[in-house]
């Protein structure tokens, strides 16, 4: 679903390399229907200036060939050439020369950061790994959409384990980007892991992740000293319907049934992961029942904290309160979809989206 936005993104990108032929042929017009006598050979100036962040090196120089042809022709149609056509015709030509050393720099800079943005993809696919499609009782799917404008390594993580104890499932977003951001998220991952294998309930857990992020964070300098993280945890315990939710500090989650989307939201508020030395010892916990064929979707601010063009955020209750297929990957894919459409086509931010179905 999503490809489509890409489609239309790229459909865009197509007719805006039209764009300095259609200056050419504006100023061609101009010269010919308008009456008085107008000079086009600002316009023209500006066509190679318009190809530079548009096409390639030989398109842009392309461009400012044209204008200079296209000038020609209408001086030879009009009047003979005078000696003062060689101003703005010397001026053509050196716009041009400045148009291509522009398009040189300009993808330069496209190269290195594509480069950057690849590293950063390889590196958090390899933090990151995708869950398994199924694990225990749920059917899982999961996303992690990389903004457009960052090239940065992004916090956010998500992670579904069996154990005696039930399926746990985890998604957080760190504070900051880059390594910092990454060796969090690498001690909340292998925290949570741990704790999955060894902690009976889930305020363990909790306390589990508190304290590996707080030990961390006491042996860091810098930013990566203030680190914390906002997390949902979630279990769902052998045969029983009965969802077991803590939200320290994050968006709620939604659970998606017949046609409805209920955010969840904690009784207690909570704080984020790393700082609970400023509240209470208590790890509170809410019980939800999690019904055959609900869906429990979690996410991080890159999708409630979206925005269109006049400001609004967007909303995911509304998107997913219809009827929708018992299926994690079609609820997320409707999800991202939407958000997408909501922000023109590309996120401001990093998200990370876990769905989980309960099958049985």
């Known amino acids: 679903m999503p490809d489509r936005h890409r489609d239309a993104r790229e459909r865009r990108q197509r007719l805006l390399r039209w764009l300095p032929a259609a200056v050419i042929g504006c100023a061609v017009v101009i010269d010919v229907f308008v009456p008085t006598s107008v000079n086009v050979f600002p316009l023209l100036a500006a066509a190679p200036g318009v190809a530079a962040p548009l096409l390639s090196l030989r398109g842009t ?49 496209r190269r290195q950061l594509r480069t950057s943005r690849e590293v950063a993809a390889a590196v958090q696919r390899a933090v990151l790994p995708d869950p398994p499609r199924r694990v225990g009782r749920l059917s899982v799917a999961s996303r992690y959409e990389v903004a457009h404008e960052e090239a940065a390594i992004g916090g956010d993580l998500f992670a579904v384990h069996e154990t005696p104890h039930g399926v746990r499932i985890l998604l957080a977003d760190v504070r900051g980007k880059g390594l910092q951001a990454v060796r969090t998220v690498n001690v909340l991952l292998g925290a949570f892991r741990e704790a999955c294998d060894h902690q009976p309930d889930l305020p363990g857990v909790v306390r589990q992740l508190e304290n590996r992020v707080q030990e961390g964070a006491a042996r860091a300098t810098g930013a990566e000293a203030e680190a914390f993280a906002t997390a949902v945890v979630a279990e769902l315990p052998p045969g029983r319907s009965e969802l077991r939710v803590a939200n320290r500090g994050h968006e709620p ?16 508020p909570a704080l984020p992961l790393g700082l609970g030395l400023l509240g209470g010892d208590g790890v509170p916990v809410d019980r939800f029942d999690l019904p055959v064929g609900a869906t429990l979707v979690l996410f991080t601010d890159g999708i409630d904290e979206a925005r269109d063009e006049r400001g609004a955020f967007f909303d995911p209750a509304p998107v997913l309160s219809r009827p929708l297929p018992p299926d994690p990957e079609t609820v997320l894919d409707t999800l991202l979809t939407a958000a997408l459409r909501h922000t023109g086509g590309h996120l401001h931010d990093d998200a990370a989206l876990l769905a989980v179905t309960r099958l049985e």
């Open 61 to 109: 120089i392309a461009t400012g060939v044209a204008a200079n042809l296209a000038g020609l022709v209408l001086v030879e149609v009009e009047r003979e050439p005078a000696r003062g056509d060689l101003v703005p015709f010397t001026s053509l030509v050196l716009l041009t020369v400045v148009a291509a050393v522009l398009n040189v720099l300009l993808a330069r800079d």
């Open 253 to 268: 989650p939604l659970l998606v049934h017949a046609g409805t989307a209920r955010a969840l939201e904690p009784a207690v």
